[in-house]
Structure formats: structure tokens, C-alpha cells
């Protein structure tokens, strides 16, 4: 219901140094790449996004391949954000009981 686990988002006050030491240190392929954000591949179909949206946190977890009706529904109790587009996708926030937010995205 609530899809994979498929990427890790950080906001970046460096966005540069990060983006240097996850792609060119750590040897993390772009997957795709815009100004000021990076979709780093970190393997079996999983990403790490570098300057992303996290829903105005540091990080967030977002889980892809959900039904947002059923997901929002089966999440209520946690107040999950309206469902939105974003680029290609839906998708809504919902926050973790110790505050973090994740995305489920369709």
C-alpha cells in the first residue's frame, strides 16, 4: 500500500561541498541533475537526492508505487498533507511520530 522505500532527500546548506563528496568521493553515479539539486543512484533502483524538496526538513524518506487514496486514508490519524503533482508524480507528506517527514508518492 505505502510502495518501496526508494530515496533518501537532504537539504543542503552546501549544496557543492555535498554534492562533491557524494558523487565524486563516494563514487555515486547522477542519475539526473538541475541547478542547486542531484539525484545521486546508490543502487537496486534506490536514490539519494541531494537539495530536494524534504517538506522543509533537513532529510526526509520517500516511498514510491503507493495508492495515494488508500496510503492518505490508511494515514489520517498522522494529518498527511493534500495530495499534490509534482513534476511527474503525485504525491502527499505525512510526518513520522518523531516529527520526520516522508513522502508517499505514486
Known sequence: M?????ATLIKCTDFEAMRA???DRLGLPTVKEGEN??????????ELVL???TGGDTMALAFTGADLADAREALAFAG????????T???FFVRDPD???VLIID
Open 2 to 6: 505505502f510502495g518501496e522505500l526508494t
Open 21 to 23: 563528496f557524494y558523487r
Open 37 to 46: 539539486w542531484i539525484v545521486l543512484d546508490t543502487g537496486e533502483g534506490r
Open 51 to 53: 537539495g530536494g524538496d
Open 80 to 87: 498527511p498533507s493534500e495530495i499534490e503533482q509534482h513534476d
Open 89 to 91: 508524480m503525485r504525491r
Open 99 to 101: 516529527g520526520n517527514t
